[in-house]
């Protein structure tokens, strides 16, 4: 059974930081992309972030030079830092990973709100 499981949301003021950390099980982990999404109410989900198996980032143009996405495949686990955190960053943070041919699995969020 493939479980992702995040963790490290919670409320920080704007300009604040927080990491957030998604743990997979089920899976060979150093074979799936990971990747960060994130749903604000009303709207499409969005890729904020995205590791391939070999180590190559791209994020969404919104989040550029603020978030960094890292993997540790030994804890099977990807990481999430975002700094310079804004309010329009509120929401609902989920961890994917896919693998062409193998599926694609989702974890249940964290949520993430940013307010003074």
């Known amino acids: 059974q493939v479980q992702l499981v995040e963790s490290g949301g919670g409320l920080v003021q704007p300009g604040g930081s927080l990491r957030l950390s998604c743990t997979a099980s089920?899976?060979?982990?150093?074979?799936?992309?990971m990747g960060w999404y994130r749903q604000a109410p009303g709207k499409q989900r969005e890729r904020v972030a995205r590791?391939?198996?070999?180590?190559?980032?791209n994020y969404a143009d919104s989040v550029k030079g603020r978030f960094t996405i890292s993997r540790d495949n030994a804890k099977n686990t990807v990481y999430l830092q975002m700094d310079s955190l804004k309010p329009e960053d509120t929401t609902v943070y989920y961890c994917?990973?896919?693998?062409w041919g193998a599926g694609d699995y989702w974890g249940k969020g964290t949520l993430v709100t940013v307010s003074s």
């Open positions: 590791i391939s198996s070999g180590g190559s980032t």
């Open positions: 994917n990973a896919a693998m």
């Open positions: 089920g899976i060979i982990f150093k074979n799936y992309a």
